[in-house]
């Protein structure tokens, strides 16, 4: 199929052109006109459904762009109450419509006219949220999303000083690479200092959601958060079990590997002991990679790097920098982490990272370069619903266009031997990355299965899990206070709870598109389209077998694709 970045914002024919979401008041007619239209006809089914979907859309992205504005800069009290209004002046008044609506849709004798196949998982989809649907969980959902959003207000003002400057905690790890010794503990200690004085803000905020989520699967009649949220989540074709089994299959063929990496990075440094302000370390000589300059610099890399790949892939991106869809460079007063945000009306979603010149900067542009790309993919799909996609083929999408690009980061670095250790870099990311996931996901399932715990109870299980994924290869001596708080770096647990395992899913994943690509790169790509293009319209399952994967978490799938990776890590030593 012929594919276009030339992306079209949908047309509106429900809602005026004109319209802004400024309060309830003026939404709730379009909301009242859906719910009393009478559907007598397949074609009344029809139109009814486009509508709801403008609507769906028109809303959703004024909701992505109070949270946009609010993150690029935490510091504007304005911004903040944008958003803050939104989450409790207008989300909760649309819920019970949407509930109204979703049942109107099911109780519908017409519905059981729509074609199977293109329906079946949107359909699924809304009976799973008319069976949550509490009324009583309104008022806890509003202040959950204020809450969660406390997160980034805390961590977006923490700085440092190095050497007489003052630097986020994400411009600061650069210094991490130095081949400086000294420096790198310093700045190491001083990063982890800096997260000590806010650890109490970051436990009370926890506790609190911990608290908030709990009642609310309460009240849906659920044993715990977890099991609410993975029926929330739409995780249909998995099961917590799954979950164990990957974690146990992390421990057995995964962490082997790691020790090999850390046990050559050693080596590498010329050290007795590896000390965990060594591990990004470069030896005596040796310069840090410096990929960029600046955050225009880094677009303009992956650009280019995209071109090569497919040039449709890189023009999407000319499209969102057309627009101004990109904030990437790291400043005090923004909020941590990288996310692309879809845009349901406008098409073209928005990249938001924390850039500061390193190498893992590459690796979240094209990750999240993956994700654009599948918004503009699921873009024409008929309904906002069926672009709705499950997140683990979401991070498919992503985490597939980081090992895709590696074979064209001659636009990022010049000199060969440069792009060898960035390449080997990326690879031991794609190792080392799964005991982090078992790890979080873990930690997960206890806190929720046990919501009346206390702050040392959650930090002595914390750090029971953390042995557990810890290799012996790093000397971790006197830092305990520093790691009880490592999780508190991880945004997914205070914004996205339960949202972790489908990377590791995903790596899976691309590392089996990544094996395709190394085979036949025309069709691997075309695989990863065709994939993408599904949008939610198709089950996991599915979804996966269109991009010539299959979806399989067991431990013998794991020890394959890994001893793969090795092999690729071991051409390049």
Not at 49 to 70: G, P, T
Not at 86 to 93: A, R, T, V
Not at 345 to 364: C, K, L, R, Y
Request: aromatic share 12%.
């Amino acid at each position: 199929m012929s594919l276009s970045a030339d992306i079209k914002k949908l047309e509106r024919h429900f809602v005026p052109l004109d319209f802004l979401v400024t309060n309830w008041e003026s939404l709730e007619p379009f909301f009242k006109n859906l719910s009393d239209r009478p559907l007598n006809s397949a074609s009344d089914l029809e139109q009814w459904l486009k509508d709801m979907s403008e609507m769906e859309a028109v809303v959703s992205e004024d909701a992505c762009w109070r949270q946009i504005k609010m993150t690029c800069d935490t510091t504007n009290k304005a911004l903040e109450d944008a958003f803050t209004y939104f989450c409790l002046e207008i989300q909760p008044k649309l819920q019970p419509y949407a509930d109204l609506l979703n049942r109107k849709l099911v109780d519908c004798p017409l519905t059981n006219e729509l074609d199977e196949q293109t329906y079946f998982t949107y359909l699924r989809s809304v009976k799973k949220n008319i069976d949550l649907f509490r009324e009583a969980n309104i008022p806890l959902q509003a202040e959950l999303s204020v809450m969660q959003q406390q997160y980034g207000a805390i961590a977006g003002k923490m700085m440092i000083e190095v050497n007489g400057h003052e630097y986020t905690l994400q411009q600061a790890a650069k210094f991490l690479e130095s081949h400086d010794r000294n420096l790198r503990e310093q700045v190491y200690r001083k990063i982890q200092d800096r997260r000590l004085q806010d650890q109490r803000a970051m436990h009370d905020l926890y506790t609190g959601l911990i608290q908030k989520r709990d009642a609310v699967a309460k009240n849906a009649g659920f044993a715990n958060y977890r099991d609410y949220k993975f029926v929330e989540l739409g995780r249909f074709d998995y099961t917590k079990e799954d979950c164990f089994q990957f974690h146990e299959a992390v421990k057995l063929h995964v962490m082997p590997l790691i020790e090999k990496i850390n046990q050559r990075k050693k080596e590498k440094l010329a050290l007795e002991t590896l000390r965990p302000w060594d591990t990004e370390a470069e030896a005596e000589g040796t310069e840090p990679l410096k990929p960029f300059t600046d955050g225009n610099d880094l677009y303009e890399k992956s650009v280019a790097c995209f071109e090569q790949l497919n040039p449709f892939f890189a023009d999407c991106l000319r499209k969102m920098n057309e627009l101004k869809h990109f904030d990437l460079e790291s400043r005090k007063g923004k909020a941590p982490g990288g996310y692309n945000c879809p845009l349901t009306e406008s098409g073209a979603p928005f990249i938001f990272m924390n850039a500061a010149s390193q190498m893992s900067d590459v690796t979240t542009m094209v990750h999240e370069g993956g994700h654009a790309i599948h918004s503009f993919l699921a873009h024409t799909l008929s309904l906002s619903a069926f672009k709705e996609y499950p997140m683990e083929i979401a991070e498919v999408a992503s985490m597939s266009m980081e090992l895709f690009s590696m074979n064209h980061w001659e636009a990022f670095f010049e000199n060969a031997d440069d792009l060898k250790r960035a390449k080997e870099h990326q690879l031991e990311r794609t190792i080392t990355i799964f005991p982090w996931i078992a790890i979080i996901d873990k930690f997960q399932h206890w806190v929720y299965e046990h919501p009346q715990h206390t702050v040392e109870e959650r930090t002595s299980k914390w750090m029971e899990i953390l042995t557990e994924f810890s290799t012996s290869s790093i000397d971790f001596t006197g830092l305990d206070a520093y790691r009880q708080i490592g999780w508190q770096r991880q945004l997914h647990l205070f914004e996205v709870p339960f949202y972790y395992i489908e990377y590791g899913i995903a790596q899976l994943g691309a590392i089996g598109l990544w094996m395709q690509y190394q085979q036949n790169p025309q069709k691997a790509l075309q695989n990863y389209i065709n994939a993408l293009s599904l949008g939610g319209t198709q089950t996991l399952p599915a979804l996966y077998a269109a991009a010539g994967l299959k979806f399989d978490l067991s431990p013998e799938h794991i020890k394959t694709l890994m001893e793969f990776t090795a092999k690729e890590m071991e051409k390049l030593n």
